[in-house]
């Protein structure tokens, strides 16, 4: 569920049109083929929701969930910290009466809201000012503590506003950038977690203090290495490819034959570099060089012996390990006996290594 509420109506009520660019940013996280890949019927968005609809919506979602299902709530609008509890505004909010159930939703209702519901595990995330009083309560309500299945992370501790643009909430757009970086990725399960996701958006804003409460820090949120292992490399440019008469044709695919795997921010994995030879040559160098090294140096570089014949076309594969994430420039030329090379120009393409 993802619910933004922009269009406030009162008076001295800040107007948060970022609030539906940040809705949008949710949207797009979650249907990408490497995070949850949800489809349309699968999320439910509702925009500017007054106190007759904010916390029906909310209870109903979580309400009509499957058995052990996994939900997500997301909020951005206004939020309230009053006399220690927190509370997330509708529209209609009228600051000149104290908030209460009757025109705000609190999170003791939230929580209660939570508890009641089917689902195996509860994540709230709230881009909402003072929003960090939605601290986890000691009493849900209910007999047992469900803490061990809600995770809450609020864009800002109580007492701080949570920074916005007309674009989007700066947390939320850290929040949702640390699901495509390779780097936010846990080694162990190969995925960006909750609480990783979470440290780096941290880390972003650190100023509005951010919190994440509740046990589901090892959530997984994406999976951006499962796409980069399988996405093809650049083609070489029609003027790399026809800068000389022995290489007809050069391409280079980034292959999938065993995961790209993050170790700390390193990654492992294979090129294919396919050649169309238009002249015969005695061997090809295949130099891979990181675009923003300076000066320059080939890691790995690879001499593949032939003999190769005008008209043959051959697959090279050459091993990238422990390379950091980022682009990378790839040089193949032809060479005569031996190493001695520099009597055509390179073909050359680049490659992105972590998505």
Partial sequence: MLIGNAAYRAPGVKR?????????????????SDSWALDDDRIKASKDLDAANLEPTVTAFLAGAAEGETLL????????????EGFLLPVDYDP????????????????????????????????????????????????????????????ASAGSDAAETPRGGVFTKALVGAWTDPAAVD??????????????????????????????????????LRG??????????????????TLARVKGTVLGTRPLTALGRRIDGTLE???????????????????????PAARPE??????????QVQRLRVPLKDHEPGEYRVEVEPCRAGTACGHEPASTFRIRLGG
């Fill in 16 to 32: 948060l049109p970022g609030a539906l660019a940040d809705v949008d940013a949710m949207r797009r996280a979650l249907q990408r």
């Fill in 73 to 84: 709530v997301y909020f951005a609008g206004h939020g309230l910290d009053q006399r220690g």
């Fill in 96 to 155: 000149a009466r104290p908030a209460d159930p009757r025109n705000a939703l609190p999170a003791a209702r939230l929580f209660q809201a939570i508890a009641r519901s089917k689902a195996g595990r509860v994540l709230v995330i709230l881009d909402a000012g003072r929003a960090g009083a939605f601290s986890l309560p000691e009493d849900l309500g209910v007999e047992h503590d469900h803490s061990e299945r809600i995770g809450v992370v609020t864009a």
């Fill in 187 to 224: 080694p162990e399960r190969e995925a960006v977690t909750l609480g990783l996701a979470f440290n780096r958006a941290q880390g972003r804003t650190y100023a509005q203090r951010p919190r994440l409460f509740g046990r589901l820090d090892t959530l997984p949120l994406a999976w951006p």
């Fill in 228 to 245: 980069a292992a399988e996405a093809p490399a650049v083609m070489a440019s029609e003027e790399a490819a026809a800068s000389g008469t």
């Fill in 273 to 295: 570099v396919e050649i169309a030879f238009g002249q015969d040559t005695e061997s090809v160098r295949i130099g891979v060089y990181a675009v923003d090294k300076a000066p």
């Fill in 302 to 311: 690879v001499f593949a012996p032939g003999p190769w014949k005008g008209g």
